[in-house]
Nanobody
């Protein structure tokens, strides 16, 4: 089992910044993808950004140039730095951990991000 603990959500004005953190623990794998998804009310959950164990990153087109995913390998923590936030970024953000050798997804509990003036 893998446990994910998220932090860093909140309320921010348009144009502001937030940083989300996700700490992974448990039976971790050497080959994995770890990232962030979000789900707005009435919409499907969508990928925001992901980072693979080899360091490759992937971003949704809607956040390219504004969001940056990074990680601290020593502490098994992934960060999502969100800049120039827009009201349409408002959603519950979920951390995801996916071992590349298993068809299993692990999810965090979700953290609310609200962008509003």
């Amino acid at each position: 089992q893998v446990q994910l603990v998220e932090s860093g959500g909140g309320l921010v004005q348009p144009g502001g910044s937030l940083r989300l953190s996700c700490a992974a623990s448990g039976n971790l794998f050497s080959l994995y993808a770890m990232g962030w998804y979000r789900q707005a009310p009435g919409k499907q959950r969508e990928l925001v950004a992901a980072i693979f164990s080899g360091g490759v990153t992937n971003y949704a087109d809607s956040v390219k140039g504004r969001f940056t995913i990074s990680r601290d390998n020593a502490d098994n923590v992934v960060y999502l730095q969100m800049n120039s936030l827009k009201p349409e970024d408002t959603a519950v953000y979920y951390c995801n951990y996916r071992p590349l050798v298993q068809a299993t997804d692990y999810w965090g509990q979700g953290t609310q991000v609200t962008v509003s003036s």
